[in-house]
């Protein structure tokens, strides 16, 4: 069973960049899709982006399209989502999550593995 963990999280000033890296042992990686989920002190888990085993495919949600990029190193086991012009609706807990097999998913409930996720605040 994969594990994940996520790091890169931590304060940036709006309009800046952080790129968050998601971690995966136990498991091939490439055997995997992968999202990332955000979810606000009081808000439902939220999904951000998702891409599939082989890297070719990605999805965005609307409220991020243009300012995150989703990729992953299968050599590394690694994951990453990249964020820049980050403004004041983007601070969360963002997760990670791996299914195993092909296509993208939006789903939260369409992920079984998580990781416990990184803090990301923005300051004004």
């Known amino acids: 069973q994969v594990q994940l963990v996520e790091s890169g999280g931590g304060l940036v000033q709006a309009g800046g960049s952080l790129r968050l890296s998601c971690v995966a042992s136990?498991?091939?990686?490439?055997?995997?899709?992968m999202g990332w989920f955000r979810q606000a002190p009081g808000k439902e888990r939220e999904f951000v982006a998702g891409i599939n085993w082989t890297g070719g495919a990605t999805v965005y949600a609307d409220s991020v399209n243009g300012r995150v990029t989703i990729s992953r190193d299968h050599a590394g086991n690694t994951g990453y989502l990249q964020m820049n012009n980050l403004n004041l609706e983007d601070p969360a807990v963002y997760s990670c999550?791996?299914?195993?097999?092909?296509?993208?998913?939006?789903?939260?409930?369409?992920?079984?593995?998580w990781g416990q996720g990184t803090q990301v605040t923005v300051s004004s």
């Open positions: 136990g498991g091939t990686f490439g055997l995997y899709a």
């Open positions: 999550a791996a299914k195993r097999g092909g296509g993208v998913w939006r789903g939260p409930h369409d992920y079984p593995h």
